[in-house]
């Protein structure tokens, strides 16, 4: 075994928390202009994860959610995000060792196609429940910008012959390429192949290079337009909801689905609570609106709306909420109860820079409850 208590501790929060078996921190020199790594100063709090062996991996495996059908090799959310799983020298070896622990259970890697060698795409194709999670980002002519060492003749390649799970796009801010990314990936035949096809909206930060803010920006001024061309043309294809707006329904996501079951569940608890009780929900600005419109006529619920000024730029999502924001922006004049979105806690209970959330009840005097 490799790893001792303070990366295990960090090994085993991650596949906790969301679902990813780090098993190196190597960086995988790619380039990625969008690669949070060289700005997201709150990875740091984590430790590294040095080359872990087979034991460290059947032993992490016990944390897995017996409730999820996959099992992905790689690259963590929190530890290790900078990384190619591919880079590890017995990547092959676990991801065998992982099929047959998990044989019911899908075994994936989020990779560029990098470091895939071809001589083992046989191999790869001969494990039934393996398939690769590849971040295609685009073929067009943005390409070399985005991601400056990431080889075209050899991504066709794995187009081509590797076993294909999910295969992701971005939107450039370029319709056009978006068009002909989804024209090419249905000629190579790999829609009939992966389970999803993927189109992801580029996030900035406030601290992001200038060159991904102006890239990330004329993704989000052209998003809806390219979304709805996507539902019309494609409507198979999945694609990233960064608000909860009526434009982006339809497709194959489950965003809207998700909203409803957790108003569902929200619902469901207030009406246990004393009558009279008021309920304060803590919402970011991704689903701020919609929620908010599902709570008109309940007179003992607020929805508040919590900026993201942790991370700033177009960060809007529930999981990178965090106390510190909360603290400065949420000021109710009663608050007998707060509900937060589950995502802001890792399996520890305590959100993005480390806080319990038993510190956010203190704060406040009051109970907090995640949903």
Not at 101 to 117: C, N, Q
Not at 208 to 224: F, M, N, T, W
Not at 248 to 272: D, L, T, V, W
Request: net charge neutral.
């Amino acid at each position: 075994m490799i790893l001792n208590k303070e990366p295990f501790a960090a090994f085993s929060m991650e596949i906790a928390t969301f679902g990813n078996r780090p098993i190196l921190s190597q960086s995988c020199r790619i380039g990625c202009v969008f690669c949070k790594v060289h700005t997201d100063s709150y990875l740091g709090h984590y430790p590294k994860i040095p080359l872990i062996d087979e034991e460290d991996l059947i032993k992490g495996f016990k944390y897995i959610n017996p409730n999820v059908n996959y099992v992905r090799l790689g690259a963590g959310v929190l530890v290790a995000p900078h990384t190619d799983p591919f880079l590890h020298p017995k990547i092959y070896d676990f991801i065998k060792l992982a099929s047959d622990y998990f044989p019911t259970k899908k075994i994936s890697t989020v990779t560029t196609g990098a470091y895939i060698r071809e001589d083992k795409l046989e191999y790869l194709n001969s494990i039934p429940n393996f398939g690769i999670d590849l971040s295609l980002i685009t073929m067009q002519e943005q390409r070399e910008s985005i991601i400056p060492r990431s080889e075209r003749e050899k991504t066709m390649y794995l187009l081509k012959h590797a076993p294909l799970n999910k295969c992701t796009l971005m939107f450039t801010g370029n319709l056009d390429e978006t068009k002909r990314d989804l024209e090419l990936l249905h000629e190579l035949g790999v829609h009939k192949k992966v389970r999803q096809i993927l189109v992801r909206r580029i996030e900035h930060t406030d601290t992001s290079q200038q060159r991904l803010k102006k890239l990330s920006q004329a993704c989000i001024d052209g998003y809806e337009e390219c979304i709805t061309w996507v539902n019309k043309n494609y409507p198979n294809v999945i694609f990233t909801v960064p608000i909860l707006k009526d434009v982006f329904r339809g497709g194959n996501n489950e965003y809207f689905i998700e909203a409803e079951e957790r108003i569902k569940e929200q619902r469901k608890f207030i009406s246990s609570l004393p009558q009279g009780t008021f309920v304060n929900l803590i919402s970011p600005l991704s689903g701020y609106d919609y929620f908010n419109r599902a709570y008109q006529g309940y007179d003992n619920v607020c929805v508040n709306l919590i900026q993201n000024h942790l991370y700033g730029g177009s960060v809007s999502v529930a999981g990178l909420l965090n106390h510190k924001d909360i603290k400065e922006q949420f000021h109710p004049q009663r608050n007998d109860i707060m509900i937060l979105p589950h995502e802001m806690y890792n399996s520890d209970d305590v959100d993005i820079q480390g806080e319990a959330r038993t510190e956010l009840e203190k704060y406040y005097k009051t109970k907090v409850v995640a949903i």
